[in-house]
T-cell receptor, first 106, second 117 residues
Framework: DIQMTQSPSTLSTSVGVKVTITCRAS??????LAWYQQRPGKAPELLMH???ILENGVPSRFSGSGSGTEFTLTISSLQPDDFAVYYC?????????FGQGTKLEI | QVQLVQSGTEVKRPGASVKISCKAS????????IHWLRQAPGQGLEWLGL????????TYAQSLQGRVTMTSDMSTSTVYMDLSSLKSDDTALYYC???WGYGFEYWGQGTLVTVSS
């Protein structure tokens, strides 16, 4: 199975700050990577696919990059609505696997 | 609009089975795979498997092999997941999700399954 490792696990930060979350795959997945945001009590929401393609309606302050084994999710200026848990997921091969999550907290 | 509506909360004894449903609407049911995932309390996301409603082929997570069965009913646009020999470790929020080939774009609301004696 492909292991996905996110860092950090928790990030204490503030509104307006730029944050970067890293996701590493245990083997190359090209750009077959998705990012999700999960707010408390809600199902995850797809933020972007193919490592960097934003879904419709996702604010442009979100961006993604990377290929192969190393990926990043960047939020250019944190907004109150962004405090949530973020997961990366590889969909290159089954079983699909997720990172353990990164919690953004105030 | 696309919707995935799951069945309600379940409480089961260890060793029992549970069957969760996921009713799809707002799109052509046969055109998209449906996956099942779960999230234990306070934990991350675990992929459980998928079903292709078009030909009923399935792929399951190795960790659940032999205990999970996913089925689909084209007449009602509903997918089911049956999990047997339940253990306390199976206590989780179970989600169905539609796969468009680039991730899970639509999710059900989740079904809480609690396994407790």
């Amino acid at each position: 199975d492909i292991q996905m490792t996110q860092s950090p696990s928790t990030l204490s930060t503030s509104v307006g700050v730029k944050v970067t979350i890293t996701c590493r795959a245990s083997q190359s997945i090209d750009t077959w990577l998705a990012w999700y945001q999960q707010r408390p009590g809600k199902a995850p929401e797809l933020l972007m696919h193919k490592a960097s393609i934003l879904e419709n309606g996702v604010p442009s302050r979100f961006s993604g990059s990377g290929s192969g084994t190393e990926f990043t999710l960047t939020i250019s200026s944190l907004q109150p609505d962004d405090f949530a848990v973020y997961y990366c997921q590889q969909y290159d091969v089954y079983p699909y696997t997720f990172g353990q999550g990164t919690k953004l907290e105030i | 609009q696309v919707q995935l509506v799951q069945s309600g909360t379940e409480v089961k004894r260890p060793g029992a089975s549970v069957k969760i449903s996921c009713k799809a609407s707002g799109y052509t049911f046969s055109n998209y795979y449906i996956h099942w995932l779960r999230q234990a309390p306070g934990q991350g996301l675990e992929w459980l498997g998928l079903i292709n409603p078009n030909d009923l082929t399935t792929t399951y997570a190795q960790s659940l092999q032999g205990r999970v069965t996913m089925t689909s009913d084209m007449s009602t646009s509903t997918v089911y997941m049956d999990l047997s020999s339940l253990k306390s470790d199976d206590t989780a929020l179970y989600y169905c999700a539609r796969d468009w080939g680039y991730g899970f774009e639509y999710w059900g609301q989740g079904t809480l399954v609690t396994v407790s004696s």
